[in-house]
């Protein structure tokens, strides 16, 4: 069972809002959209489902074209960050409501819901009204329903984004199980480089309507085709840098050099871009190769555990992400360290170059 876009596109008027875009997604397998807001994700999944038809291009289900198939003739589910329960049912009867509209026999739907609220741990609240439970709660009733529904996709549009921190950990943790044990194809959209890492799977990144990534997302996260795709894949976005490549040496633009070692070492001189991920700019030199750079701090943010330092460097603005909590000067000048190791190199036109030692090595 496969799900492709072949050539998918989506057109208002002037307006290109999904571009020229290739997917297959496979039965089991759990795919996130990963993009900041009006990247394309929840456009992409309105396509999927059959709720607008592509301007161009066709969606195919096991090879067969369903492009201007209803959604209701579909075997879709879709999951929203609102909880769509019906509140004057039960919790047994929102999940069982699907199976009734399929005209199923009373012991299966019996049996489905039963097995469906077992899976997520909501047998005891069978009998309450959506309004009686908690959140989350709420959320696997919503996701109970859409499983009960035997959909070979499941779209889930940013489904943990009203939940508190508690609920969304339990429930990143809880999708995964589920999703491996009713065998659909699930499509998960967010804006959290951190929850795409947690769900595993694939990943398909995107930026302003196009599809720039698509991969295991542990892969695409390690190496990223581009300097685009790796600033979408990191929260803080990446920190840039110009640095020229002259020999056996990278110069940045601060005038700091550094050994061009390992991949570096084959790529030809000139200029290029170094990346480097927030969690990777330190307060002190913890490795021996690590190069200063002086910059100002601009404003602290803690977080409890961590501390992002937002930093003027040469005119670019960086934002690092270091643990613990320290008490920095605002507008004072300040001295961060950045290891070799954690640097990307991509060429003038934002491809991937070279990546990170540290990625390669994994």
Known sequence: MTLTLDGVTRTAGAETHIHPTDLT?????????LGPTLSG???????MAGLDAPSAGRILWDGKDVTGMRVQDRQVAMVYQQFINYPSMSVYDNIASPLRLQRRPSAEIDRVVRETAEMLKLTPMLDRRPLELSGGQQQRC??????????????????LANLDYKLREELRIEIPRIFEDSGAIFVYATTEPEEAL???GAVATLWEGRVTQ????????????DAVTARVFSDPPMNFLNVEKRGDVLVFEAGRETPASGAFAALPDGRYQAGFRPNHLELSAHAPA???????????????????VHLDHAGARWVGLVHGVH???????????????H???????????????????A
């Open 343 to 361: 640097v990307y190199l991509f060429a003038p036109d934002g491809r991937l170059a070279a990546p990170a030692a540290y990625a390669a090595a």
């Open 214 to 225: 698509f991969g295991p997302t542990p892969e695409v996260y390690r190496r990223p085709a």
């Open 198 to 200: 947690l769900l595993g």
């Open 327 to 341: 008490d920095l000067e605002i507008g004072a000048p300040l001295t961060v360290w950045l290891d070799p190791a």
């Open 25 to 33: 997604l496979s039965r089991g397998t759990m795919n996130v959209l």
């Open 142 to 159: 919503a996701l109970a329903r859409a499983l009960a529904k035997g959909a070979g996709l499941v779209l889930l549009d940013e489904p």
């Open 290 to 308: 690590a190069i200063p750079f002086e910059a100002h701090l601009r404003v602290t943010e803690l977080t409890g555990s961590e501390t992002f």
């Open 41 to 47: 994700k929840t456009s992409l999944m309105r396509l």
